[in-house]
């Protein structure tokens, strides 16, 4: 939003400097992107007379000028026609930089006879599209700089001219008004009244204005509008042209800049139609869908079934919020004009202007929400203001639909800015603030205004008031604290536990990744995921169309960006969750560690080798320990199908209780993966070990047992095809009291043992709690041992 400092003074009487409204502005939330100040370029040109001139002796169209500067006489060739013997110009010296030109003057021969300087036009300093000749002052003394001379003189060459950022929450500052109104809430001024008498119709109006039933209830409730006849369409005054040129529009016609004015005047969109190229009345009506509609833009658009558009007989002549026709547009042969003013839904707005690609200044504003209690009062404003620069005589206005009333009220709580803001702030000034935006206060209910489409809350009555009173001033306090002794604890025990996950991993070495939770549906489906439940509705890219239901796939995929680029050993770890599903509690949080390729670097002594699964496992049972998991776990086989089915396992609490996964990548996923093996890795379910039950923020200190531990060797003769591991389970769980380990030391096969069968040792450790073992326990134990794995395997004890 661009505007002048005059065109601002215009509807606020103000004092205050630039430099104070700019920071006002910034303040309360209209954010100055950049102001540009004409005057400050005009600096280095000086006012100069010229003694006398003459013709060059080596061309027709140049003359030599002897000028008086304010260090003396200078010689300069000049090209104007209307280089002369005392006129007073603008002199740019050498070494001045020319904007309209974009060059620095220097010294120079020009065919021949030097020349110290240049005379400058209006179009070289940016001052208008003049070029034929060198401006001629009316006034001014040698040596006075050019910019000053403005500023006494013709003030509207040198206004400053602001820019502001506008958040689509504030379409009341899209106006100068609103812009003003806010500057006087905060006390820089007085906002000017923009009160106009209406004026009164000459004749009825011959135009009538109908609109569709559906329409006016979603798209368009009210349209305004009236004839003014025989008007005067040609240039408009310079003051208006000033206005425009400044902040960026060309002038075009009085009629059209007129409309255009007000666009940024009051943020009150208009559009004016030839009448005597308007056939019958006028419709506004929901488009069919295939109409073809030439607009000022020289454009032609074809149109959607439900676009809000405005016909006369059937033909299109204007797209409704977003755009004029090109055949009933104005021209300087316009004598009779039809001025509309209406509003138009923003959301109906934005989508056309979307489907047709249409930006316009009028689009801007309707999609974002213009003061719909102000509609009556633009079209008599406009009216005024056409009939004073254009003349003609204006008929009656016809209206169709009604005004939509969007008038609604909140409770202002005059303590809600210090608990909302932390502000202290008096209720005489908050109320007083709150009037000066145009709430209407009655008791302790605040009418929004109708400008204001975003106040739809108490809370924003009270951000009104602390965005007036300025965020600056307010301080930060340390927070009270309820009760003396150290605080309570803030993390959750899950949280806690990610944190000593992600801690304890990246101690053995690993490097934290946090990757997308959105991944390929091949790469999910690898990991039993990929289905419609956890596809996203609106995905970033078709790389990330799913909800990932593991945090391998994104770890796999970082090992082969990095093994790309030359890195092959990695140690890569992620904390986060995975989703099963779409629905609430069906995710789960992991953490999950991934080893690629060797221990280490080449050694002369060959320490290195590829990494297995039992680094995999050592990894996992480290962050169990961490998080207080129970260290007797059992080691079981059923694992998914992306790990190898001979090199993987889970430690679990019984079958069903599954803590952790560990093993090798199954080559198929690797090679879908493009990673390059070996690559083993570990999963951590961290909401599955059971929680301490004692909640002491302190660890129990670590009591040895003084009683001896007791061994006991076991070989037992089982069919070949039974697995180690059923073996240690079983007789592991023959006494869960005593037995503190289990483990294999030795298979055998063949022999006498016969075909089909094997040996397997294992040594088993008694740890006594209470009291020394004797050889009646040590007995009953082993008894219960040797049951145990009969029943587990069928084995015997070896003879």
């Known amino acids: 939003m661009k505007f002048t400092l005059s065109w601002l003074k215009d509807h606020l009487e103000t004092e205050a400097s630039l430099d104070e409204i700019l920071y006002a502005l910034t303040d309360l939330g209209l954010e100055v992107e950049g102001v ?49 013997t005392g006129i007073t110009v603008v002199l740019a010296k050498p070494g001045t930089y020319i904007p309209g030109l974009d060059i620095t003057i220097s010294v120079g021969k020009i065919r021949g006879v030097e020349s110290h300087g240049m005379m400058a036009s209006e179009r070289e300093l940016e001052l208008s599209d003049e070029h ?85 209830e979603k798209a368009c409730p009210v349209f305004f509008g009236r004839v003014i006849k025989g008007v005067k369409n040609g240039p408009s005054p310079a003051w208006l042209q000033d206005c425009l040129r400044a902040i960026g529009l060309r002038p075009i016609s009085a009629l059209v800049d007129i409309t255009n004015f007000f666009t940024y005047d009051m943020n009150r969109p208009l559009h004016v139609f030839d009448a005597d190229k308007v056939s019958g009345g006028l419709r506004v009506h929901a488009a069919k869908g295939g109409e073809k509609f030439l607009a ?10 439900g676009m809000t558009v405005i016909s006369s007989n059937g033909v299109v002549e204007s797209l409704a919020g977003v755009m004029g026709g090109l055949d009933t547009g104005c021209t300087d042969e316009t004598v009779n004009v039809f001025l509309e003013a209406a509003y138009f839904d923003p959301i109906r707005t934005a989508i056309t202007g979307r489907a047709l690609r249409i930006n316009s200044d009028a689009r801007y504003r309707f999609e974002r929400g213009i003061d719909p209690d102000w509609t009556a009062t633009g079209i ?100 009270a604290r309820a009760t003396a002794g150290v605080p309570g604890m803030i993390l959750t025990p899950m949280q806690k536990r990610e944190q000593i996950a992600r801690r304890t991993m990246a101690a053995l070495g690993y490097n934290e990744c946090v990757t997308y939770s959105f991944i390929d549906q091949t790469s999910a489906q690898l990991f039993g995921g990929g289905s419609d439940a956890t596809m996203l509705e609106n995905p970033i890219s078709s790389e990330m169309s799913h909800m990932r239901p593991d945090l391998l796939p994104g770890l796999l995929q970082a090992a082969a960006r990095n093994q790309a680029r030359g890195f092959a050993d990695l140690a890569l770890f992620e904390v986060g969750p995975a989703f099963a599903g779409g629905e609430p509690g069906e995710q789960a949080v992991l953490a999950t560690g991934l080893l ?24 996992a049972e480290a962050v169990l320990s961490a998080i207080n998991a129970p260290a007797k776990v059992q080691i079981l086989r059923g694992v998914d199908d992306w790990w190898h089915p001979g090199r993987s396992g889970k430690m679990c609490l019984g079958p069903k209780k599954v803590m952790a996964v560990f093993g090798e990548l199954h080559p198929k996923v690797l090679d879908a993966m493009d990673v390059k093996g070996p690559a083993v890795g570990f999963t951590i379910y961290l909401a599955e070990p059971p929680l301490p039950r004692n909640t002491s923020a302190a660890r129990q200190a670590f009591t040895p047992s003084t009683l001896q531990a007791v061994e006991r060797d076991f070989a037992f003769v089982v069919d070949a095809d039974v697995e180690a591991l059923t073996l240690v389970n079983a007789a592991a769980g023959a006494d869960k009291a005593l037995i503190e380990d289990v483990r294999v030391f030795d298979e055998f096969i063949g022999g006498s043992l016969g075909e089909g069968k094997k040996s397997l040792a294992i040594t088993v450790r008694l740890q006594p709690v209470d009291a020394t073992l004797t050889e009646k326990d040590i007995e009953a134990v082993g008894a219960k041992i040797v049951e145990k794995v009969g029943k587990a395997t069928g084995g015997v004890l070896r003879g």
């Not at 203001?385 to 969007?406: H, K, N, R, T, Y």
């Not at 690629?596 to 990894?619: E, I, L, Q």
């Open 132 to 216: 034929t000749g060198i401006i001629e002052l009316p006034s001014g003394e040698v040596g006075q700089s050019f910019a000053d001379w403005l500023a006494e003189n013709d003030p509207a060459k040198v206004d400053p001219v602001i820019e502001i950022a506008i958040t689509p929450n504030r379409p009341d500052a899209l106006g100068v008004h609103g812009i003003a109104r806010d500057l006087a809430a905060r006390g820089l001024g007085t906002l000017k009244s923009r009160e106009a008498a209406p004026v009164p119709g000459a004749f009825p109006c011959p135009i009538g204005v109908t609109i569709d039933a559906d329409v006016q």
């Open 380 to 479: 008599e404003h406009a009216t005024r203001m056409i009939l004073d620069i254009c003349g003609g005589e204006a008929s009656d206005v016809v209206v169709a639909g009604e005004v939509p009333d969007f008038s609604r009220a909140y409770r202002l709580d005059t303590d809600r800015v210090q608990s909302l803001v932390g502000m202290e702030i008096a209720p005489e000034q908050q109320r007083a603030t709150l009037s000066a935006l145009g709430f209407v206060l009655d008791g302790d209910m605040a009418s929004v205004p109708s400008w204001r489409p975003d106040v739809l809350g108490e809370a924003d009555l009270v951000e009104e008031v602390a965005r007036v009173a300025s965020l600056t001033k307010l301080e930060g306090k340390p927070m």
């Open 36 to 84: 540009e100040n004409p005057g400050e370029k005009l600096r280095d040109f000086q006012i100069a007379k010229v003694m006398h001139a003459e013709q060059h002796p080596d061309a027709d169209k140049l003359r030599v000028c002897k000028v008086q500067t304010a260090e003396g006489e200078t010689q300069i060739v000049c090209g104007a026609p209307n280089a002369r």
């Open 596 to 619: 690629v390729g060797h221990s280490g670097p080449k050694d002369v002594h060959g320490a290195r080798r590829a990494v297995d699964v039992f680094d995999a496992k050592a990894d």
């Open 296 to 305: 000022l833009d020289d454009k032609e658009y074809v149109l959607e079934a």
